[in-house]
């Protein structure tokens, strides 16, 4: 905002500033040991006065030189007087920024003792704009210092008075239709405050813009206060301009990015209205795809020939590869570790790769021995459809479980849906050979099935890691399956869970996201064969950190007599409430109860319950919280572990 010009003002505060820089230089020409002395260091303090309005407070400390420099170096006398004339200025602003254009600004400096807190001559303290100040500050003695007081006066605050929208050379009147109106929103007798003046102009800017004025521009207004009447007019130059289309698409920077990948993946395309929302959104959109450092769009002040408003998109790709590396820790499934490689981009169109190595059943009650899992995940974005990815894995495995003892290898081929921003939907097929021994009986298993997943996501939430703290996450799956080894039989396995987050700020109680109440449920069934007709990995078992804490892995259902094995079952329930605290800024504690049961017969919510009880810590990371829980059975089964100990990132829910 250009500043406001004071009818009836006069030039007098300037030729004021003139002469304190005439003395200055009268004083330097023919006092020689005034020059000599200017270098001599001055400490003072600075206190400003509180003026009521914390806002306006802050912004005169905001603006102070004074208060902002003095923990630097002491000054000179000379510098320190031009630091004081140059306060006046900018406090003076700060007023003004906050509508008060008839306030005065007072600065005092007398003689202080630091350690008694006397000061010499306090009731007649210097005035900063004396000329003699410089001469009297280079006086004080070795031992003391200079306090200088700031004092505010605001005065009334001066309101919005006549607002004009006068149009720019050769444009016709402006006439503003309801949406850029009310995007203005700069009405009479408002406060004046410099920040609402500018903002509306910039509003309207940004509104004449979204309507594809692509050359649209509000200028910095003139203003003129009205002393008489406290209030400030204004006078605002628009320019429309035409209504402007998108043109053509440049890209620059795309190295091993197919340039036809990512016009397909754009969600704004040439001919359509120029909206600079909508261009952000379409940034944003490439940008998340994880391709690229750094996005930038950008388009030149003049129009194409056509009339279109061109638009250039610069691109930074990000690396090619990157390697990672996995573990965790809990006493049932012992230590995994491993790494990742990940190859990014691999055919230009975004396609991912993903190369994992883990050594498993490190040291846990649960596991006979150590074991592996390796697999390889291709993911291909955009397949068929801008809202559908395919995925591909081919894994293999080894697990020296209680239960039983596994080797597989598994081939699984999907398409993920995003249906909108909450629901997403998965379907595809998997294959999987196995040779699984239990009890020391040896059978091979060839497995074919159908999962189809769909996912409910509505607390707000985009990084699994992140802890959630209201809303509620459903997920649900049914898959046919068929073993086609030593007897055909089918078997479909439904399976659903459902966690939902209370966050006491609610009741009151505490600041948002400190302490959240949290629960789970999850309910699984089999239908179509009895227990021993399926797989021993189909069954459905309970135990561990997804389902029943305090219990081993797979240690919660029925097991064969006199062992620690566990049968599996054709049904199984569980359910877990989790009281979550905030400590400080990186710090967290846990409370938590645990129940679930397996059963046989197809029927959920019958058979031994069992619960399991504990605590654990959190410490926040920028990735997610790592998590350290200890769990206890209430009602441990014959050869039960004790307890049970889990390490891991993020929320087990």
């Known amino acids: 905002m250009r500043h406001p010009r004071r009818a009836g003002a006069t030039s007098a505060r300037a030729g004021r500033s003139a002469g304190y820089a005439s003395l200055c230089v009268i004083l330097t020409a023919f006092v020689p040991w005034a020059a000599a002395r200017a270098a001599d260091p001055q400490e003072y303090v600075t206190t400003l006065r509180p003026t009521g309005n914390a806002d306006l407070d802050a912004a005169l400390r905001a603006s102070s030189d004074l208060l902002s420099l003095q923990k630097t170096q002491a000054v000179s006398p000379f510098a320190l007087t031009g630091r004081i004339h140059n306060d006046y200025s900018r406090l003076i602003s700060a007023l003004e920024s906050y509508g008060y254009y008839a306030g005065g600004i007072t600065i005092t400096v007398t003689d202080v003792d630091p350690k008694a807190g006397a000061a ?60 850029e109106a009310k995007a203005f929103a700069l009405g009479h007798g408002a406060p004046a405050q410099a920040d609402n003046v500018l903002a509306a102009g910039a509003a309207l800017q940004v509104a004449l813009t979204e309507e594809g004025y692509a050359l649209a521009h509000v200028g910095t207004p003139q203003a003129w206060l009205r002393p008489d009447t406290h209030t400030l007019d204004l006078a605002y130059t628009v320019h429309r301009g035409p209504v402007v289309n998108l043109g053509a698409f440049d890209f620059a920077g795309l190295q091993r990015t197919h340039p036809a990948y990512v016009a397909r993946r754009m969600t704004i395309a040439p001919g359509e209205l120029y909206q600079p929302s909508r261009i952000e959104r379409a940034r944003q959109d490439i940008a998340a795809t994880g391709l690229f450092s750094d996005v930038q769009v950008t388009h030149g002040d003049t129009l194409a020939s056509d009339g279109t408003m061109p638009l250039a998109f610069g691109f930074r790709e990000g690396k090619r590869h990157s390697v990672g590396a996995e573990g965790g820790y809990s006493t049932d499934l012992g230590g995994r570790a ?16 993903r190369l994992t190595a883990l050594i498993t059943g490190l040291g846990g009650s649960a596991e006979q021995g150590l074991g592996y899992d390796f697999y390889a995940d291709l993911m291909k974005p955009d397949f068929g459809s801008r809202e559908q990815n395919l995925s591909a894995r081919l894994e293999g495995i080894k697990q020296e479980l209680y239960s039983y003892r596994q080797t597989a290898l598994l081939a699984r081929i999907g398409v993920v849906r995003h249906v909108n921003r909450l629901w997403n939907v998965s379907f595809g097929g998997e294959i999987e050979q196995e040779q699984i021994q239990q009890m020391r009986a040896t059978n091979s298993y060839f497995i074919v099935s159908l999962p189809l997943t769909a996912n409910y996501e509505g607390t707000g939430v985009d990084n699994p890691i992140t802890p959630a703290t209201h809303g509620v996450r459903v997920g649900a799956s049914i898959t046919p399956s068929a073993s086609l080894t030593d007897g055909t039989s089918f078997f479909a396995i439904m399976q659903a869970t459902v966690s939902t987050y209370f966050d006491l700020t609610h009741l009151g109680l ?8 949290a629960w789970r449920g999850t309910i699984g069934n089999v239908e179509g064969a009895s227990t021993f007709a399926i797989p021993p990995d189909q069954r459905l078992y309970a135990g561990g950190s997804a389902t029943v804490r305090g219990f081993r892995y797979q240690g919660v259902g029925p097991q ?14 569980a359910g877990s409430f989790e009281y979550r605290q905030r400590i400080l800024q990186k710090f967290g504690a846990v409370g938590f109860i645990d129940a679930g049961q397996v059963t046989g017969n197809h029927t959920p919510f019958q058979g031994t319950v069992r619960v399991g009880a504990g605590a654990g810590a959190r410490y926040y990371t920028p990735i997610g919280p790592v998590r350290l829980d200890v769990a206890v059975p209430i009602n441990r089964p014959a050869k039960g572990d004790k307890w049970e100990l889990y390490v891991g990132l993020g929320e087990t829910f």
């Open 120 to 179: 010499k001559g306090a009731d007649t303290g210097h005035d900063g704009r004396d000329p003699d100040l410089p001469e009297w500050l280079q006086s004080i003695p070795a031992g003391r210092r200079a306090q200088i007081t700031i004092s505010a006066a605001p005065g009334s605050v001066f309101r919005i008075g006549v607002v004009t929208l006068q149009p720019d050379k050769g444009d016709p009147p402006v006439r503003l239709n309801a949406d």
């Open 338 to 353: 491993g790494v990742t490689w990940t190859h990014n981009n691999l055919f230009g169109n975004a396609e991912r790769l």
């Open 510 to 517: 505490s600041r948002p996201g400190r302490s959240v109440l």
């Open 560 to 573: 064969f007599a006199n062992t620690r094995y566990a049968v599996g079952g054709t049904s199984m329930d």
